[in-house]
């Protein structure tokens, strides 16, 4: 099984600041990879797909990047309605397809 | 516009088996790329894939679960069933269904999510 280690495990920042949450895999998976928020009480939502493509109606302060085992998730201007729980998940390799354990965004 | 909704028993004992139901529109479970998954939530907890079954009837399965899990449809009437069987304390978490095409591959959409609470 491919493990996917995500950092930080939570993260306070301030109000129009940008943020970056990190996602190593243990081995490469070529951008098979998948960043989703949830809010409290939520479904998850996607938000990137293949590292780098922005899902539809996701607003543009969100992106990807990355390749091989390392990949990021960076926040543009922070809103406060991007305080959630963010995860990434990779799909290039499986069953199993797999998540990383989450980092959960606060406001400063 | 892809919805989808779970739909469960809500509680059940040890031992119990669970079926799930996920009800979508917007898409038909037999068009070619056409995938629904099942994944689950402990509260609090992180996210774990379960099963994937597939336009064509191929199903993937979670190995550490395997043994104890089914999943099947019913493209007529756009439905989708998770059977987990031997169920514990452990499983108790919130399930979702979600949909995939194989030119996202990522899971697009949700559903709201089902709890499912085992407890005697």
């Known amino acids: 099984d491919i493990q996917m280690t995500q950092s930080p495990a939570s993260l306070s920042a301030s109000l129009g600041e940008t943020v970056t949450i990190e996602c190593r895999a243990s081995e490469d998976i070529y951008n098979g990879l998948a960043w989703y928020q949830q809010k409290p009480g939520k479904s998850p939502q996607l938000l990137i797909y293949n590292a780098n493509s922005l899902h539809t109606g996701v607003p543009s302060r969100f992106s990807g990047s990355g390749s091989g085992t390392q990949y990021s998730l960076k926040i543009n201007s922070l809103q406060s309605e991007d305080v959630a729980s963010y995860f990434c998940?990779?799909?290039?390799?499986?069953?199993?397809?797999?998540f990383g354990a989450g980092t959960k965004l606060e406001l400063k | 516009q892809v919805t989808l909704k779970e739909s469960g028993p809500g509680i059940l004992q040890p031992s119990q088996a669970l079926s799930l139901t996920c009800t979508f529109s917007?898409?038909?479970?037999?068009?070619?790329?056409?995938?629904v998954s099942w994944i689950r939530q402990p509260s609090g907890k992180g996210l774990e894939w379960l099963a994937t079954i597939d336009w064509d009837d191929d199903k993937y399965y979670n190995p550490s679960l395997k043994s104890r899990l089914t999943v099947s449809k019913d493209t007529s009437n756009n439905q989708a069933f998770l059977k987990i069987t031997s169920m514990d304390s452990a499983d108790t978490a919130t399930y979702y269904c979600a949909w995939t095409d194989i030119t996202i591959a990522a899971f697009a959409y949700w559903g709201q999510g089902t709890l499912v609470t085992v407890s005697s």
């Open positions: 917007g898409f038909s479970l037999s068009t070619y790329g056409m995938r």
């Open positions: 998940q990779q799909y290039y390799d499986y069953p199993p397809y797999t």
